[in-house]
């Protein structure tokens, strides 16, 4: 009786994991990961920063952070992923339920992300439509928005006036701040909402439900074309810039070395926030897409080859930005540092800018816009996806039905939209960089790197993670990532963190405006609403659980102990392999007595 019904219980989760679904191949799940973590920030930040930052010497830092960061936290949440076959939150249930606060601190990182991304997206693709115009709009000063200090570089002589000029501004910054923006003066000046902007907006939200509105089903067809063709469109732009005047010297000012700047703990903190927004660690997608995985495939394998294509595309796209911007700097007869960029100055005042000087501008102006739209296409809906998973994991038994999917993403969609209605207006600029200074910035995902690896290295244990890679790709993983999962990773997320409150500045805004106190405040609440989650979850199980708070705490740092591997790979592995089955299961499922060893030990 205690046998059937043992089966039972048995033919019940793997009926639940059956629904949940799995990447149709290999190549769906690589292609999801590689659109999930590359994205604008390799085309429009990662540049910026190592032409600013001491060029080649950049790389330095940069790749201290990749080996001792970026690569360890990618493999250990594909890992996580992958063996409990959960999403960001319910992962933490079967590991070490007291650091269920970071699973939900992720999701609301991932919100504002939604919310914030999207409206990128939304400009990208308003200047792709205008982008079919017989004359670029940016491209002159004859038009309705353009005031009388604009200056239109089109022609020589007005690039001299233009380097003889005060108090002017270029015919593209113009488009942007007065025709697409309609900037009013600040965030208490909120104005009327830009409808272009709005029926762009409501595009890509309409384009990002189709695309996962079905899951992996849906999700892993799309990733096909929207993370593959953007390198087609980057392998053409690169080719390009390559070939214009002036692009020599903006690659040697992109990498030139300055060794000095090596003894600035500026670089190195914002050479660490690169390698954690860039490579999507913190914050649960990687434990998502992960968790869609087959038991036996070969993550540590994956992760290296993604991890290398992610840094590689940084570079390359150094390469291609650069050629532009020298070519731009030579055309206009001004220094590189004075055309070259971040953000969104980058994307929409300084590159169209210069395709606007080329031959054949409409023609490179849609490829860059295009290929803005795929990458930025990639990240949005998978942070969607990775939302929508994890809570249908919080409800399987709720969510997981016909049509529940669909109606609570459409719920997930409309209650973005609205929320980032004010962001849309003429005053939604200063609310919409509030937002990504203080809700998605780097102090909250370092906060929950920090906690992410002691709560797996230390809690659930880096030598029971060293054997999970091992019986699931068949691989002996580099026993330097357990030393980073141990002591790096952790040591330098915290010092990074702590160097970020020492070093933090009130968010200006163009240089000129100052955000009001209230503002600021407000901002913070935002930082806080993910970071507090971590300890007020934990302190929320403590106090409502039994026993003495000795036994609630060792309670909640064990793993599920109904949570064994060899429930999960029942219907994987061969009935040959059972005495290999208990040998797992003697491993990576401890019993009472060892355990509690083991947390006496700590």
Partial sequence: MTLDMTNKKISTRNKQVEERGHWGSKVEFLLAVAGNVVGLGNVWRFPYLCYKNGGGAFLVPYLVFVVTCGVPLFLLET????????????????????????????????????????????????????????????ASCDNYWNTD????????????????????SSAATEFWERRVLAISGGIEQIG????????????????????????????????????????????????R???????????????????????????WMEAGAQI??????????????????????NCYKDCLWLCLLNSGTSVVAGFAVFSVLGFMAHEQGVPIAEVAESGPGL????????????????LWSICFFVMLILLGLDTQFVAM?????????????????????????????????????????EGGMYVFQMFDYYACNGVCILFLCVFETLALAWVFGADRLYGIIKDMTGMQANPFFKFCWLYL??????????????????????????????????????????????????????????????????????????????????????????????????????????????????
């Fill in 149 to 168: 200090n604009c200056v239109d570089f089109s022609t020589k002589n007005e690039t001299f006036q233009w380097s003889n000029r005060t108090n002017t």
């Fill in 79 to 138: 890992t996580i992923g992958q063996y409990t076959q959960e999403g960001g939150i319910t992962c933490w249930r079967k590991l070490c339920p007291l650091a269920e606060g970071i699973g939900y601190g992720g999701q609301v990182i991932i919100l504002y992300s939604c919310m914030t991304y999207i409206l990128i997206l939304s400009w990208a693709l308003l200047y792709l439509v205008f982008s079919f115009s017989s004359q670029l709009p940016w």
């Fill in 276 to 297: 954690f927004f860039s490579y999507s660690v913190g914050v649960g997608s990687l434990t998502v897409l992960g968790s869609y995985n087959k038991y036996n495939n």
């Fill in 347 to 362: 994307a929409f005042i300084a590159y169209p800018q210069a395709v606007a000087m080329m031959p054949l501008p409409q």
């Fill in 241 to 267: 810039g390559l070939s214009l005047p002036g692009a020599k010297q903006g690659i040697i000012f992109y990498l030139l070395p300055e060794p000095s700047r090596l003894a600035d703990p500026q670089v």
């Fill in 489 to 602: 990773t952790p040591l330098i997320s915290l010092g990074t963190f702590i160097c970020s409150l020492v070093e933090y500045q009130p968010l200006t805004f163009n240089r000129w405006y100052v955000y009001p106190t209230w503002a600021h405040v407000l901002g913070w609440v935002l930082t806080l609403s993910s970071i507090l989650l971590v300890p007020g979850w934990a302190l929320f199980k403590l106090g409502t659980g039994t026993g003495s708070l000795s036994q609630r705490f060792h309670h909640l740092c064990q793993p599920d102990p109904d949570f064994t591997v060899n429930q999960k790979r029942e219907t994987e592995l061969q009935p040959s392999r059972g005495e290999d089955l208990q040998q797992i299961t003697t491993t990576f499922i401890p019993n009472t007595e060892s355990t509690a060893l083991f947390f006496n030990c700590i």
């Fill in 385 to 425: 996806e990775v939302v929508m998973t994890s809570i249908i994991d919080v409800f399987p038994s709720v969510m997981r039905r016909a049509g529940r999917r669909e109606r609570f993403l459409l719920l997930f969609c409309l209650t973005c939209f609205f929320c980032q209605l004010v962001m849309i207006t």
């Fill in 192 to 239: 009327s909402i830009r409808w272009e902007v709005l029926l762009c907006v409501i595009i890509m939200w309409v384009t990002c439900y189709f695309c996962i509105w079905k899951g992996v089903r849906s999700t892993g067809k799309v990733v096909y074309f929207t993370a593959t063709f953007p390198y087609v469109m980057l392998v053409i732009l690169l080719i």
